[in-house]
């Protein structure tokens, strides 16, 4: 069975602060890997999609790379509209169209 | 475009009761998913639609959900009997076959509160 754990479940770092966000997964056959934002009261909002592993994307302050058994989510020097929940998620070769999302991580960046 | 829209954003419920979630795609997409998130289960797949036709409903939990997809402007998802148990904020998304596999567009969600 498909699974995707993130760590960790929460992660509180100072503006300027850089770290990185886990996705650990476990799938049969990957055909995607993405990354998703989340802000209070709304829909996931889509950041990054990641095909082979060694492969890496770029936007702003976020950098997203994986490995054949997980993906990280660095962020550089984050400001506080940096805050928001992250998700990631994978997409198997035998599952369609259909994404199974981890729990996410929630991220504070405080002034 | 508009995005995805939801309605209602809240209802609450007495359990029992039949609610009924709409969902209206973005003009053009060809994929309609409907997602429901809770905090201990976090996001999970309920059905999805492709070109109207429901292509994978094995997430839907019981017998008590149906979805449809009349044409390819609305989609509604139904609970009845409702239960305490079904409270969560339900999603809907959609996608465009040729978009980069994986990148959908979620609307803001309906809370529901079953009491």
């Known amino acids: 069975e498909d699974q995707v754990t993130q760590s960790p479940e929460a992660l509180r770092l100072q503006e300027g602060e850089s770290s990185s966000l886990n996705c650990s997964y476990t799938v049969s056959g990957l055909r995607g890997l993405f990354w998703y934002r989340q802000d209070p009261g709304k829909g996931p909002e889509f950041l990054f999609t990641?095909?082979?592993a060694g492969e890496e994307k770029e936007k702003e302050r976020l950098k997203a790379t994986l490995t054949k058994k997980e993906s990280f989510l660095h962020i550089t020097a984050p400001k506080p509209e940096d805050s928001a929940t992250y998700l990631c998620?994978?997409?198997?070769?035998?599952?369609?169209?259909?994404?199974?999302f981890g729990k996410g991580t929630s991220l504070l960046v405080t002034p | 475009d508009a995005g995805v829209i939801q309605s209602p954003r809240h209802e609450v419920t007495e359990m029992g009761q039949e609610v009924t979630l709409r969902c209206k795609p973005i003009?053009?997409?060809?994929?309609l998913f409907w997602y429901r998130q809770t905090m201990m289960r976090g996001l999970e797949l309920l059905i999805y639609f492709n070109n109207n036709v429901p292509i994978d409903d094995s997430g839907m939990p019981e017998d008590r959900f149906s979805a449809k997809m009349p044409n390819a402007s609305f989609s509604t998802l139904k609970i009845q009997p409702s239960e305490p148990r079904d409270s969560a904020v339900y999603f809907c998304?959609?996608?465009?076959?040729?978009?980069?596999?994986?990148?959908?567009?979620f609307g803001e969600g309906s809370r529901l509160t079953v009491l």
């Open positions: 998304a959609s996608s465009a076959l040729g978009a980069p596999s994986g990148e959908l567009f």
């Open positions: 998620a994978v997409q198997a070769t035998n599952s369609g169209y259909a994404l199974n």
């Open positions: 990641l095909y082979s």
């Open positions: 003009s053009g997409h060809d994929y």
